[in-house]
């Protein structure tokens, strides 16, 4: 397939917010595709292989622009300037590129082929005059590359792709290309064992799309993390199981899924990234502690202070991640405990399909406790008072709060799946709003007095997955230290555009513009109705959407969560009625 091809559909795809429209024009990609449907999904995906195999294609903005000078003749300061200007080099190159006369004879014609295995040499170029090999590769591609090639050549190798295509949207998209609108849950359940969607639309299309049932769990690959709802009191919580549940430590760090094959030892994050490098003493302390061959495992990955004994604050585990270096020197500083609370698989046994409380022997009786590895702390709770002191003792232990699993039989693990199996409940409920919500950043308005230059509050949104939108909910300008507010701009650039992203529903008009990437954890007095945010408008009142009050940054960065991750809006609008229940039965 030419490359042109694919750039022409993501043109397309870049001019309409309708999802439908989305999965039509992918759809009819796919079945064109053929042998080039792997390398076609990567670049439509703006990547070159899937995030757990942790390949990334690691080319600077500056490297893009110094190519793109080359080519037009321009000074790089030049280009910048108009960067700063349009914050897209993508459509820059395509205006500079697009009267300049190519030699057809000198010219040789992209292919999907070509483009991805040159952006995959791009991705591998390591050590001395990496950058100019990259340079140079760019170059190749650039020279030969139509101008609405360029637009997309640049932003994918800057990641910077702009169309707003989620994984979902992909999805839906390979159900449609290979068999049905309703066999969109049997890819989905395929890309929840095995998230690689290149892969996924490769089978589908060589195999028909119900090969995709028989996908089985493969160690090394990442499963998609089970996930939990919410209720606001252990009363409610306890009704919804029955009168009977385990209780169990909820610990306040990063969502950790350990594979073992062997001497082999891989941390996947809750994003599906790779983040083995950056904890070597887990990965020392599971080749000792995990008495299995084959092990599929979930737990958090918590800072702690090994002489006290104590759990320390989330944050600290950020230092940790995507350092290269001084790491020996930042295990020592913060250590790291892991906390395994499931087992997905032992010594090649696919435990899912197990309910809970089979599934925690296994893993009690696979794990040899150690300083570093330990079994989160549960119990089994039938009444109130039991939960509540249990509660209690995990928040004075540094936790932020409990998590509810169902014991009955039906509590099976189901990878990306939130259902009432799983039910998180933390001190946070004990305020108005129930609970903390993680927001999206979309937009932001310039700062006034001391924060002017800055960003003086940012524009938060929900997410509808049923729509793939993102709703806002709240105005965020309180909770940010001096240095975090200073920082928020550097933060914030590689997501900045000039126009609002097509994929973000609101009334307001910001003074920036972000793709919606970034999440913070937000804390809020209470949710209201508001006649100016989008989020779940008209769902209780026709003409109002609901707006969290008095909202507040915790200090929080939730790096480990996708923009599509984020609180949506049907926990929003949960939230929103339970916290009314609450306030009728305060005032009967």
Same mark, same amino acid.
């Given at each position: 397939?030419?490359?042109?091809?694919?750039?022409?559909?993501?043109?397309?795809?870049?001019?309409?917010?309708?999802?439908?429209?989305?999965?039509?024009?992918?759809?009819?990609?796919?079945?064109?595709?053929?042998?080039?449907?792997?390398?076609?999904?990567?670049?439509?995906?703006?990547?070159? #292989?899937?995030?757990?195999?942790?390949?990334?294609?690691?080319?600077?903005?500056?490297? #893009?622009?110094?190519?793109?000078?080359?080519?037009?003749?321009?000074?790089?300061?030049?280009?910048?300037?108009?960067?700063?200007?349009? *914050?897209?080099?993508?459509?820059?190159?395509?205006?500079?590129?697009?009267?300049?006369? =190519?030699?057809?004879?000198?010219?040789?014609?992209?292919?999907?082929?070509?483009?991805?295995?040159?952006?995959?040499?791009?991705?591998?170029?390591?050590?001395?005059?990496?950058?100019?090999?990259?340079?140079?590769?760019?170059?190749?591609?650039?020279?030969?590359?139509?101008? +609405?090639?360029?637009?997309?050549?640049?932003?994918?190798?800057?990641?910077?792709?702009?169309?707003?295509?989620?994984?979902?949207?992909? +999805?839906?998209?390979?159900?449609?290309? %290979?068999?049905?609108?309703?066999?969109?849950?049997? !890819?989905?359940?395929?890309?929840?064992?095995?998230?690689?969607?290149?892969?996924?639309?490769?089978?589908?299309?060589?195999?028909?799309?119900?090969?995709?049932?028989?996908?089985?769990?493969?160690?090394?690959?990442?499963?998609?993390?089970?996930?939990?709802?919410?209720?606001?009191?252990?009363? /409610?919580?306890?009704?919804?199981?029955?009168?009977?549940?385990?209780?169990?430590?909820?610990?306040?760090?990063?969502?950790?899924?350990?594979?073992?094959?062997?001497?082999?030892?891989?941390?996947?994050?809750?994003?599906?990234?790779?983040?083995?490098?950056?904890?070597?003493?887990? !990965?020392?302390?599971?080749?000792?502690?995990?008495?299995?061959?084959?092990?599929?495992?979930?737990?958090?990955?918590?800072?702690?202070?090994?002489?006290?004994?104590?759990?320390?604050?989330? =944050?600290?585990?950020?230092?940790?991640?995507?350092?290269?270096?001084?790491?020996?020197?930042?295990?020592?500083?913060?250590?790291?405990?892991? %906390?395994?609370?499931?087992?997905?698989?032992?010594?090649?046994?696919?435990?899912?399909?197990?309910?809970?409380?089979?599934?925690?022997?296994?893993?009690?009786?696979?794990?040899?406790?150690? =300083?570093?590895?330990?079994?989160?702390?549960?119990?089994?709770?039938?009444?109130?008072?039991?939960?509540?002191?249990?509660?209690?003792?995990?928040?004075?232990?540094?936790?932020?709060?409990?998590?509810?699993?169902?014991?009955?039989?039906?509590?099976?693990?189901?990878?990306?799946?939130?259902?009432?199996?799983?039910?998180?409940?933390?001190?946070?409920? &004990?305020?108005?709003?129930?609970?903390?919500?993680?927001?999206?950043?979309? *937009?932001?308005?310039?700062? =006034? *007095?001391?924060?002017?230059?800055?960003?003086?509050?940012?524009?938060?949104?929900?997410?509808?997955?049923?729509?793939?939108?993102?709703?806002?909910?709240?105005?965020?300008?309180?909770?940010?230290?001096?240095?975090?507010?200073?920082?928020?701009?550097?933060?914030?650039?590689?997501?900045?555009?000039?126009?609002?992203?097509?994929?973000?529903?609101?009334?307001?008009?910001?003074?920036?513009?972000?793709?919606?990437?970034?999440?913070?954890? +937000?804390?809020?007095?209470?949710?209201?109705?508001?006649?100016?945010?989008?989020?779940?408008?008209?769902? +209780?009142?026709?003409?109002?959407?609901?707006?969290?009050?008095?909202?507040?940054?915790?200090?929080?960065?939730?790096?480990?969560?996708?923009?599509?991750?984020?609180?949506? /809006?049907?926990?929003?609008?949960?939230?929103?009625?339970? &916290?009314?229940?609450?306030?009728?039965?305060?005032?009967?």
């Amino acid at each position: 397939m030419r490359f042109l091809e694919l750039a022409e559909i993501l043109d397309k795809i870049e001019s309409t917010t309708k999802r439908l429209e989305m999965v039509e024009l992918i759809s009819s990609l796919l079945r064109r595709a053929e042998d080039d449907i792997r390398e076609t999904v990567f670049l439509l995906q703006g990547k070159v #292989a899937p995030d757990y195999e942790g390949i990334e294609l690691g080319i600077a903005e500056k490297i #893009a622009i110094r190519a793109l000078a080359s080519l037009s003749g321009l000074k790089e300061a030049t280009i910048e300037t108009e960067l700063v200007k349009k *914050g897209d080099l993508g459509k820059i190159g395509e205006e500079l590129l697009r009267n300049k006369k =190519q030699v057809s004879l000198l010219s040789e014609e992209l292919t999907v082929k070509k483009v991805y295995g040159s952006l995959l040499k791009i991705s591998k170029a390591s050590g001395g005059g990496s950058q100019t090999r990259k340079l140079q590769i760019l170059l190749d591609l650039l020279q030969n590359a139509d101008p +609405v090639e360029v637009r997309y050549l640049l932003r994918i190798v800057t990641g910077k792709m702009r169309i707003g295509v989620a994984d979902m949207t992909i +999805v839906d998209s390979i159900a449609v290309a %290979f068999g049905t609108k309703d066999k969109s849950d049997l !890819v989905e359940g395929a890309y929840n064992i095995m998230p690689n969607l290149p892969e996924l639309a490769y089978r589908a299309m060589s195999g028909g799309i119900d090969s995709l049932a028989s996908l089985k769990v493969t160690p090394g690959i990442p499963i998609r993390s089970m996930l939990a709802e919410r209720l606001p009191s252990l009363s /409610e919580i306890l009704e919804k199981m029955d009168g009977r549940f385990a209780i169990e430590y909820k610990y306040d760090g990063l969502r950790t899924q350990v594979h073992k094959i062997g001497d082999k030892v891989e941390l996947f994050s809750r994003r599906l990234e790779n983040v083995t490098s950056q904890f070597p003493d887990i !990965v020392e302390e599971i080749g000792k502690s995990v008495k299995a061959q084959i092990a599929i495992l979930d737990g958090e990955a918590v800072p702690f202070n090994l002489d006290t004994n104590e759990m320390l604050p989330f =944050q600290e585990i950020s230092r940790r991640r995507g350092r290269k270096y001084d790491l020996k020197e930042t295990i020592q500083k913060i250590p790291v405990v892991l %906390f395994l609370f499931d087992a997905m698989m032992i010594n090649g046994t696919n435990l899912m399909d197990v309910p809970y409380a089979q599934r925690r022997l296994k893993l009690t009786n696979t794990i040899e406790e150690s =300083q570093n590895i330990k079994i989160a702390k549960s119990r089994v709770v039938s009444d109130i008072e039991s939960a509540d002191r249990f509660f209690n003792e995990a928040l004075e232990a540094g936790c932020e709060g409990i998590m509810a699993k169902s014991i009955e039989d039906k509590s099976v693990y189901k990878p990306g799946a939130r259902e009432f199996l799983w039910i998180k409940y933390k001190r946070e409920y &004990q305020l108005e709003m129930e609970d903390t919500v993680d927001l999206v950043v979309v *937009g932001a308005f310039g700062g =006034q *007095g001391k924060r002017s230059g800055g960003y003086g509050a940012l524009l938060m949104a929900v997410y509808s997955r049923e729509e793939d939108k993102f709703r806002t909910v709240c105005k965020l300008g309180s909770g940010f230290s001096d240095e975090q507010l200073d920082n928020l701009p550097r933060m914030l650039k590689p997501y900045s555009l000039k126009s609002r992203d097509h994929r973000v529903e609101s009334t307001i008009d910001a003074d920036f513009w972000f793709t919606p990437s970034l999440v913070l954890e +937000v804390k809020g007095a209470e949710i209201t109705l508001s006649p100016t945010h989008t989020c779940c408008r008209d769902v +209780v009142k026709k003409g109002a959407g609901l707006a969290i009050r008095f909202p507040r940054f915790t200090g929080k960065w939730r790096t480990d969560k996708k923009a599509d991750e984020a609180t949506n /809006e049907q926990e929003i609008i949960e939230m929103y009625h339970s &916290q009314r229940k609450k306030v009728l039965a305060d005032n009967a």
